[in-house]
């Protein structure tokens, strides 16, 4: 499950600053390597601060399995991935740089979305292909 941040919980409690550990299953809509799947929950590790206009900044990283086909020999192939976490939500509407949240409460989902997406290779390669690949 994506937890939510409690922005007006938190500035009642004069708490500014936390961190969140979670994981969820990602949508396997977001790949598009053939055969590929996800082989295991996204893993978060977040940390948020809430600045003195509302604004919420949360960065971190994620990690994830891959496994399935190998891109070039159709071999199993497998691997493990990580990415970053970066962003900024604003109440109301966000705008092409930040995210927007309503209600007091920043939903995470959309962001997660998004750096899964970012973190994603273009191919998944075996042990043997990316050694050729190195050579
Ligand atoms: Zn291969």
């Given at each position: 499950?994506i937890p939510e941040i ?83 939500f ?9 995210y927007?949240y309503r209600g007091?409460k920043v939903s995470l989902a959309e962001l ?24």
């Open positions: 499950m409690d922005v007006r919980g938190c500035i009642a409690k004069k708490k500014t600053e936390g961190t969140l550990s979670f994981s969820f299953d990602a949508d396997g809509a977001l790949l598009d390597i053939p055969y590929v799947g996800f082989s295991s929950p996204v893993s978060a590790e977040l940390a948020y601060r809430i600045c003195e206009d509302d604004a919420v900044e949360v960065r971190g990283s994620i990690a994830f399995s891959l496994a399935g086909a190998c891109s070039r020999c159709l071999s199993e192939a497998q691997a493990r991935i990580t990415g970053e976490v970066e962003g900024v604003v109440p109301g509407t966000g705008d092409g740089e930040a927007g007091g997660l979305r998004d750096s899964v997406m970012f973190a994603l290779p273009a191919r998944l390669l075996c042990t043997a292909c990316s050694e050729w690949e190195k050579e």
